[in-house]
């Protein structure tokens, strides 16, 4: 069909750029859509018209050509005008805009506002951190979907890594604000439920050649209890469509059933085909964009409590217990970031699939995976794309608080090390280290001076030891040291003690201190012994003057911590260890007066001790002020970063010197009264002047401040608004002070006139910024709602919080607020069952969930539940069922209940259909208005869905008040009129006791009330009833039984199952799963079996009617009572006539004759009967002509009669007429 | 499963530990209670304590030894509701008071507690002071309503007792957190002389002599004379003054003096009692601070419990009490304060050094609600 026979030719000619390669039919088929092209193609190819003609053929449509004139234009013309004039509605028909009606007018408004306020949400206030923790994205799907291969993808996307196999969780950064935490979530239910309580962003995999899977809306139901998390579906395996619009349509299918599910227009995201085993690249580099500009929503349960999803994990167990007991409890530390809210040191942990764990100690570490530092530019470098996954294997050198752990790496991940780490070579140079660091450092020798003998470590360490004896024994003085114990802060005592324990070269100092302290008790108590106190400072002063350079030392010190307090960090708890040996001398709480006092006698003691009074001014006067606040921090707290340590050395120093007094002291203090009085014996006299000046300030009357005084305030205000301009007159009021600089400056006009210029200048600016000033707080006056009020508030309260401890350091900042989201924190667990380290599997999730206070212990929890609508089965009361509820899974038994209208909670013996119930457990309590969940059982996929119901907390308690209805069944021995004696509902005389006045009834509805027991037979009772009772009568009791929830509570512990079977958790078996085991049946209720049916016959008794009302009654309605006639007795029976044969033949011969006769009779009967009837006939004839005469006759006569009168009215009318 | 409890020595701040044991839900073993003792164990007064938070919670759990020494205590659920409790007259209502104080927002219902007994005594604060003072630093926390009140009904003076209050709370679900930094300037001091079982005169004595102290200061005072007979004055004579000084912040500092009780001690003139107690609300203000020394550890209390949020409050020297009491919120609670002094400028005339207390809350939440009322 193509003519051309070069069609490079035509190409270069019709100028494309297609080149030789285009098929020639296609390039045809392009030249009809463009006909353009064509005709100049033709124009100048004579040989290709009979293409041009082929090609004319082809219709080519008319274009359109508007009408300027004519009708149509005309009417088009009008329509336009009549447009423009329409717009304005309003003013054309002003009636249908007006109000018509006020109450609609409400209405109206009302729905608007109310449509406006149902768009707030209550505001919370903002906590979240600065540097928030990597989201956690959860990847979701049944098995074989592409969760690896996404996460692999999306990991390859973000840092440029290839990761073999995904387990345990991935952090990577993926921008400069966002870190990405990925885990995948496989099939088992107890990591989907795990994995939804703490998931940020879920994507759920979607095979869409496949179609939805029950794992996908098992999850879904999950999320829903548990706090919804963003959802993301990702449909994949969409190559294996080969028509396109069967794949457009599963697309709509799909997409509008995940929006039943998650929300109209939630985002679905479609991964068409594979390339090479991976995702095409564009298509994972906009999933990977949508993640990382997401925002989320906070969780109530997540941001209400600290949690942690361990990303690491480092058996601690010392290896000889280990060896020793292979089953010994480990000591494991976890590492992961922190989330949600802050986590307290020592607080209660739940790690799901193992159970409730006490922290043992909390320590945070660098981050493994920091956002790359504050820079303006665009994007990442390569060095901070970080990837974090040491469960998988990468980052072959991961640092502890106290050790350094080296992966050997395999040599498949070799490569990938060398990216990550550039330190590999250390790392080397630590692996190939065959000696200790100890036996390097014995080894090693030391020369303080060149060409002096080097040191050996053994030397040193005598020294120091010689040291050490010379401290402890310069503090343990006996004489100071018996002195001292009497008088004791008893809470301080050990830690003070420890403090002289830690710190070589201070006795000399905490003896004074203590001294100190003594002397203010003593004030205190009462006679202060001064000379004594004097005495003892002057014994620790000479130990101290023994030791020159320590007193240096500290002096040294003092002058560094008072530049320091002055830099303006007072009550950093970082001094607080530096500066021990001044602070403690401080040791007193709001006494500083008595001090004051015990001061200048002192300095009147004399110049002997001129020394110490130096030091105790220069501490007084330099320090008491700032160092008050880490000594009343120490004073409460004591030294708070080695709470524990000093806790082991005060035990230990008990068992090495044990001393009674200070411990009596201590029991004497520890029975005081209680008493929350604050008696001030601080001996101010405020019959004293100066004493009352002292606080003159503090009442109104005193001095204000400067920016508080009412005086000032005016006058600033005078400055402020004291000029302004009258916009509408025109006048311009100036203040006075302004009118005197005005003319100041008049003076000095000549000199500076620029400066007139600039100060005109900045008056006007400062009118427009007060104006604007003015403007704006009118504005947002006007605008201010509560709601706003509210929000501002807690804005105010986010900045407060995160101004209050930004600029403390880490380390002093945990102690007071606690660990903060988005640290990375090392928890250290002991006494972990040993399962959870020999069964470790990192592709199962572990998760450190923190419990709030009470949340560690069990009660009675009542819930709403209801049965999940497609699970097959109903759930029978008292069978075991696995809750997930806060963090933990665990087995209970619950029992189901209604509530009847009177508030009784009824026991059931199966849920309902299809409707909420209540449910009561025994269970950790867990604040209400928690979601839970429950499943039948966790092993493997049996049921078709896994969610038998949902439901949520109620009402928390430590009892329970369900009932179940029983009844008691007794029977009447005897009845008087209404009362009656009832045997067989009781058995002993106490129980009757119980239920006396209880109110009975029978089965056909006589009530009654029990009255009393009856001494015999036991049990029975005296009650009345409203009518008489019958003997065969059922007496019957209603009453409700309590019913109390089993205790069972019973961990899933999932994870400490052997690696492989980790799904196989069974606990308690159902009723009906024990009798299937065991081969157990019931016995049918024997009322229930078929049996051949017998009918009895039925037998009625005769109708009685009294005698009266058969004398009364009608004959017809009388009983018919003559009795039918029995046989005639034989003596009244009548014997048989036997005939002679002569009397037989005269009697048939008068038979015959009769016969004879009664024929002729009957002849003669018929011949009669026709005679008779002709003569009726005959009869009738002759009636018949008789009337037929008479008629005529009759007729005859009328005529006549009617002629006579014609003739006689003819006659009168003449007659008349001839009268007239 | 693994709540871990606490041991502690001795019976000094009996109440700390129990009531911060049933906030927290940690139970606490407290040993040698009077171990020494010629009366070794338990007394009256705190077993009647004891009793008391029986029948606020649900669900305790107390054991205590043959001698009374070894106390455990397994906290249940604060349940709240109406309460009658005969408390032991050895302390007055305030020592039960002060612990109800910092339960009864937690509770379950409402709380509405009728306590009997000693009214007013010297060792404790008096249901007065508790009155003025712990009410509007309650409120200050978001704790408010119409039946937010103390009620004195019966006024018993110690030893005799036979008072009666009438103490209502309701519920919240979190508390407010609060910065109480400014406590600002006195702007009037009212107060309250009591007298039962003597003559009314004395109301008016003590009057007199505290107006003398406090009028150089100020002169809007008021103290009303409340002068109880018959029924409601209980069964052992005495009087007494309760002064306090509010700030233009709404802050309150309080003083208070009673009588000795009948046969314990020297009597004391009420002219002396006035001045003395005036003088005490003296050494109150020197102290200063936003909240009054025997309200201290209610507000670090309602500071621990509240949201997680940061909390300020500026208080005057910390007493004996109040050290213990943060030492047990940080066993109970792991919650420390931060604590800055802050020292008044030398030319100004505002008392002596304050303590600034700083802290983040737990975000405790009313885990107990009732059903109805979400």
């Known amino acids: 069909m193509p003519p051309c026979a070069e069609p490079s030719n035509i190409c270069s000619q019709s100028d494309w750029r297609h080149g030789d390669k285009l098929p020639i039919h296609r390039f045809l088929c392009t030249c009809e859509t463009k006909p353009g092209v064509y005709r100049e193609f033709t124009w100048r190819n004579s040989a290709d018209v009979l293409v041009f003609r082929m090609d004319a053929k082809v219709k ?186 069967s794949l457009r349509k599963t697309k709509k299918t799909l997409k509008h059933r995940f929006w039943t599910e998650v929300y109209q227009g939630a985002k679905l995201f479609y991964l068409s085909g594979m390339v090479y085993g991976e995702y095409q690249t564009q298509e994972v580099k906009n999933l990977g964009r949508f993640i990382s500009v997401m925002k989320f929503r906070p969780l109530v349960w997540q941001t209400s409590h600290p949690y942690l999803l361990v990303d690491r994990m480092e058996d601690l167990t010392d290896l000889e217990q280990v060896r020793m007991d292979p089953k010994c409890d480990r000591t494991v530390s976890l590492y992961g970031y922190l989330r949600g809210a802050h986590l307290k040191n020592k607080g209660q942990v739940h790690i799901p699939g193992v159970g409730d764990f006490q922290v043992g100690d909390v320590g945070f570490l660098s981050d493994p995976c920091p956002l790359p530092d504050a820079q303006k530019k665009r994007a990442l470098n390569e060095k901070e794309r970080l990837l974090y996954a040491p469960m998988a294997g990468v980052g072959g050198l991961v640092y502890d608080k106290d050790a350094v752990y080296i992966d050997l790496p395999a040599s498949h991940v070799n490569q990938l090390q060398e990216e990550a780490r550039p330190t590999t070579e250390l790392v080397q140079s630590l692996i190939d280290t065959h000696s200790t660091l100890d036996t390097k450092m014995a080894a090693s020798k030391v020369s303080l001076f060149t060409g002096s003998a080097t040191l050996d470590p053994t030397h040193i360490s005598q020294h120091t030891r010689e040291k050490e004896i010379l401290e402890e024994q310069s503090v343990w003085d006996p004489t100071t040291n018996r002195e001292r114990r009497k008088v004791i802060f008893t809470q301080e005592e050990g830690e003070e003690e420890d403090v002289s324990e830690e710190d070589d070269s201070e006795g000399s100092d905490q003896a004074e201190d203590e001294g100190d302290v003594e002397c203010e008790e003593m004030a205190a108590g009462g006679a202060p012994p001064q000379k004594k106190q004097k005495l003892e400072a002057e014994g620790g002063r000479t130990g101290s003057c023994a030791e020159l350079p320590v007193f240096a030392d500290s002096e040294d010190e003092l002058e560094m911590s008072e530049e320091e307090e002055e830099a303006g960090t007072p009550g950093d708890s970082g001094h607080s260890s530096e500066e021990e040996e001044d602070e403690e001398s401080e040791d007193e709480l709001g006494k500083q007066h008595s001090e004051g006092e015990s001061e200048e006698e002192q300095e009147e003691e004399g110049a002997l001790r001129w020394k110490e009074g130096l030091q105790q001014k220069a501490a007084e006067a330099f320090l008491r002020q700032q160092e008050a606040a880490p000594n009343l921090r120490k004073l409460v707290y004591g030294s708070v970063v080695e709470v524990t340590e000093s806790e082991e050395e005060e035990e230990e120093l008990g068992g090495l010197f044990r001393v009674s007094r200070p411990q009596k002291s201590k029991r004497l203090q520890a029975n005081a009264l209680d008493c929350s009085r604050f008696h001030a014996d601080t001996g101010h006299d405020w019959d004293v002047q100066e004493v009352l000046d002292s606080i003159r300030d503090c009442f109104v009357t005193g001095k204000w401040e400067e920016d508080q005084d009412a005086a000032t305030l005016l006058k600033q205000d005078e400055e402020l608004y004291g000029d302004f301009e009258d916009l509408e007159t025109g006048e311009v009021h100036v203040s006075q002070p302004q009118d005197a600089q005005d003319d100041d400056d008049g003076d000095e006009e000549p000199q500076v006139k ?209 009932v179940k209805k029983l009844k008691l069944i007794g029977y009447p021995f005897k009845i008087f009129k209404n009362t009656c004696f009832v045997k067989g509902m009781f058995n002993t005389v106490l129980e009757v006791a119980k239920f006396e006045g209880a109110s009975v009834r029978t089965v056909s509805g006589i009530r009654g009330q029990i009255k009393k027991a009856l001494s015999s037979p036991a049990g029975a009772f005296r009650a009345t009833f409203e009518d008489r009772l019958l003997m065969s009568d059922i007496v019957f009791l209603r009453s409700w039984y309590p019913v109390s929830v089993p205790q069972l509570y019973n961990p899933v512990t999932s994870l400490l199952l052997p690696a492989g079977q980790k799904d196989s958790w069974s606990g308690m078996r159902t009723l009906g799963q024990l009798k299937h085991d065991l081969g157990v049946r019931n016995k049918p209720n024997p009322d229930s079996l078929y049996k051949p049916v017998v009918r009895a016959p039925r037998r ?70 026709a005679k008779h009837k002709e003569f009726l006939q005959q009869k009738e004839k002759d009636e018949e002509a008789k009337l037929k005469r008479q008629r005529e006759a009759k007729k005859k006569l009328y005529r006549v009669m009617g002629q006579k009168d014609q003739k006689k009215q003819r006659s009168s009318l003449k007659g008349a007429s001839s009268d007239l | ?249 709404g802050c309150f500092l309080s003083a208070e003096m009673s009588s000795t009780p009948q046969g314990q001690g020297d009597p004391v003139l009420p002219e002396d009692l006035g001045k003395n107690c005036a003088k005490l609300l003296l050494e109150e203000v020197y102290r200063g601070g936003c909240v009054d020394s025997s309200n201290q550890s209610l507000a670090l209390l309602l500071m621990t419990l509240g949201q997680q949020d940061v909390s300020k409050v500026l208080l005057g020297p910390l007493s004996p009490y109040t050290i213990e009491f943060l030492r047990h919120i940080r066993d109970f609670f792991q919650i420390m304060f931060k604590i800055e002094v802050q020292t008044p400028l030398e030319d100004e005339r505002k008392g002596g050094d304050k303590v600034l207390m700083t802290c983040v809350g737990v975000g405790y939440s009313r885990e107990l609600k009732h059903s109805q009322d979400r």
């Not at chain 1, 095979?207 to 919804?228: K, P, R, Y």
């Not at chain 2, 606490?6 to 700390?16: A, V």
């Not at chain 2, 519920?171 to 300037?185: A, C, D, F, H």
């Not at chain 2, 004055?233 to 306090?244: A, C, E, H, Q, Y």
């Open chain 1, 60 to 245: 080519k449509q008319k274009k359109h050509q508007q009408k300027h004139s004519g009708p149509k234009a005309e009417k088009k013309k009008a329509k336009k005008q009549e447009g423009s004039v329409e717009e304005d509605g309003r003013k054309r028909n002003p009636k249908a805009f007006s109000v018509q009606s006020a109450v609609r007018m409400a209405k109206t408004f009302h729905r608007a506002q109310d449509i406006k306020t149902k768009k707030h949400h209550i505001p919370v206030v903002d906590r979240t951190p600065l540097e928030p923790p990597p989201v956690v994205i959860v990847v979701v799907g049944p098995p074989k979907v592409g969760k690896s291969t996404l996460i692999r993808c999306l990991i390859k996307n973000f840092t440029r890594q290839k990761l073999g196999d995904i387990c345990g969780p991935v952090t990577i950064v993926s921008g400069k604000k966002r870190r990405l935490t990925f885990i995948e979530c496989n099939n088992d239910i107890n990591t989907m439920i795990d994995l939804a309580k703490v998931a940020d962003l879920v994507l759920m995999l979607i095979d869409a050649s496949f179609g939805f899977e029950m794992e996908t809306f098992e999850f879904l139901n999950i999320c829903q209890v548990h706090g919804f998390p963003r959802i993301m579906g990702v449909l994949t395996h969409l190559d294996s469509f080969k028509n396109n619009k």
């Open chain 1, 754 to 962: 620029m400066d007139d210029e600039e100060v005109q200048k900045n008056k006007r600016l400062e009118k427009k910024r007060r104006l604007k000033e003015r403007f704006n707080s009118e504005y947002d006056d006007g605008d201010a709602t509560y709601f706003d009020d509210l929000k501002e508030e807690l804005q105010k309260q986010a900045e407060l919080n995160r101004a209050t401890f930004g600029d403390m350091d880490d380390e002093s900042r945990v102690q007071y607020e606690g660990f903060r989201p988005g640290m990375y924190i090392r928890v250290e667990i002991g006494s972990l069952p040993c399962e959870f380290v020999t069964n470790f599997d990192p592709h199962y999730p572990i998760i450190l969930g923190g419990l709030g206070s009470s949340e560690g212990n069990l009660g009675y929890l009542q819930m709403r539940l209801k049965k999940h609508r497609w699970y097959g089965r109903i759930l029978k009361t008292k069978d075991p069922l696995i809750f997930s509820l806060g963090w933990r899974r665990f087995q209970t038994i619950p029992l189901f209940h209604m509530e009847d209208h009177n508030g009784r909670h009824r026991l059931l013996k199966y849920t309902p259909q299809h409707m909420h119930c209540g449910a009561s457990i025994w269970g950790p309590i867990t604040p209400q208005g928690s979601g839970f969940l429950a499943v039948q059982s966790v092993t493997g996929i049996k049921a078709s869905f896994r969610i038998a119901a949902t439901g949520v907390v109620l009402d928390l308690d430590k009892s329970v008040t369900i």
């Open chain 1, 1100 to 1169: 009625f008794n005769r109708l009685h009617i009294p005698k009266e009302l058969q004398k009364a009654l009608p004959f017809k309605s009388k009983p018919k009572q003559q009795q039918a006639k029995g046989k005639t007795p034989r003596d009244l029976q009548r014997p048989s006539v036997i005939r002679e044969p002569h009397e037989r033949k005269v009697a048939a011969l008068l038979h015959a004759l009769s016969t004879v006769h009664n024929y002729k009779r009957k002849n003669a009967h018929k011949v009669q009967h």
């Open chain 2, 1 to 249: 499963m693994a709540s871990h409890g606490l041991t502690y020595d001795g019976c000094n701040f009996f109440r700390q530990r129990l009531v911060l044991s049933t906030l927290s839900g940690k139970h606490v073993k407290i040993k040698n209670i009077r171990s020494r003792d010629d009366e070794p164990g338990l007394r009256d007064f705190e077993a009647s304590f004891i009793r008391l938070l029986d029948k606020v919670t649900n669900g305790s759990r107390i054991e205590i030894n043959q001698t009374g020494t070894v106390l455990f205590y397994q906290p249940g659920l604060l349940y709240g509701g109406p309460v009658e409790h005969d408390c032991n007259p050895q302390r007055s209502v305030g020592y039960y008071l002060e612990a109800l104080l910092m339960l009864a927002p937690f509770m379950k219902t409402p709380l509405k507690a009728t306590l009997k007994g000693v009214t007013n005594d010297p060792t404790d604060p008096t249901i007065d002071l508790l009155k003025s003072t712990a009410l509007p630093l309650m409120k200050k926390f978001g704790i408010d309503g119409e039946a937010f009140e103390i009620k004195v009904v019966k006024r018993g003076m110690a030893p005799g007792g036979g008072g009666e209050v009438v103490f209502t709370c309701p519920v919240r679900k979190t508390i407010k957190p609060v910065q109480l930094t400014e406590p600002g300037k006195i702007k009037r001091i009212r107060g309250v002389a009591y007298s039962v079982r003597v003559s009314p005169q004395m109301g008016n004595r003590i009057v007199e002599s505290a107006r003398s102290v406090l009028n150089q200061f100020l002169p809007d005072i008021y103290i009303y004379t409340d002068h109880m007979k018959g029924t409601n004055s209980g069964k052992s004579p005495g009087f007494g003054l309760t002064l306090v000084a509010e700030t233009l912040n």
